[in-house]
C-alpha cells in the first residue's frame, strides 16, 4: 500500500491555488482585500526509505482592493501589489501541511475618494513567510478554508481597534498518473 501511495504520489501531479479575501472595519473604515494565487504546480519526489516528503512550488499572488469606504466615502481603487510566493507541502500521503514564503515585487494600490485620493507604494522585497494550515486531510481535491478572524494578522489588527472577518481558502488537487 505504502508503495503504491508513493508511486501516486511521486508519479502525478499536485497543485495548490488559494484566495484570501479579508474584510478590515474600523472607526470610518471599510474595506475589503483580495490576494490570488493561481494553480501552482508542485514538483519533488520522495526520497527512498521515508514515508513523507515535500513538495515545493514557485508562483504568483496578486492582491488588489475590492472595495473601500474611508470616513463615509465609497472609495475606487486601481492596480494591484504583486508578490513572488514559494510554497512547501508537506505529506505522508494521509495528511498534509503546507508552508508559504512571499516576496514583495513592484505594484502599487491607487484609491480615489470624493474628497481626494492616495497611493501605497509598499517596500520592494518585503518577505513574509509562514505555516499557511497543518494536519490537514490529503485527498485528491483538498479544500481547506480558514476564518481570517482566526490568523495570527487578525490579533494584531484587533489590538488596533479593527475587526477582521473574511475566508482563506486553499485548493491542492492531485491528478493521479494515466488520468
Avoid at 508511486?7 to 482585500?33: C, M
Avoid at 495528511?95 to 516576496?103: G, Q, R
Avoid at 517596500?123 to 513567510?129: C, F, L, M
Amino acid at each position: 500500500m505504502r508503495a503504491l501511495l508513493k508511486r501516486i504520489v511521486d508519479e502525478g501531479t499536485i497543485t495548490v491555488e488559494a484566495k484570501l479575501e479579508p474584510r478590515i472595519k474600523g472607526p470610518q473604515f471599510d474595506a475589503t482585500y483580495s490576494y490570488v494565487t493561481p494553480a501552482i504546480e508542485m514538483e519533488g519526489k520522495s526520497s527512498p526509505g521515508s514515508d513523507s516528503w515535500t513538495v515545493n512550488g514557485k508562483g504568483k499572488q496578486s492582491g488588489k482592493i475590492k472595495n473601500a469606504k474611508i470616513g463615509g466615502m465609497t472609495c475606487k481603487s486601481s492596480g494591484q501589489l504583486n508578490d513572488d510566493i514559494d510554497m512547501a507541502l508537506d505529506t505522508d500521503g494521509f495528511v498534509m501541511s503546507l508552508k508559504s514564503k512571499s516576496t514583495g515585487r513592484p505594484g502599487d494600490i491607487k484609491i480615489r475618494c470624493m474628497g481626494g485620493y492616495g497611493m501605497s507604494m509598499r517596500p520592494q522585497g518585503e518577505v513574509g513567510s509562514g505555516e499557511v494550515f497543518a494536519a490537514e486531510r490529503f485527498a485528491s481535491e483538498a479544500d481547506v478554508s480558514q476564518d481570517v478572524s482566526a490568523m495570527p494578522i487578525a490579533k494584531i489588527l484587533r489590538q488596533g481597534g479593527m475587526s477582521v472577518s473574511g475566508k482563506h481558502t486553499i485548493a491542492v488537487r492531485l491528478v493521479c498518473p494515466g488520468e
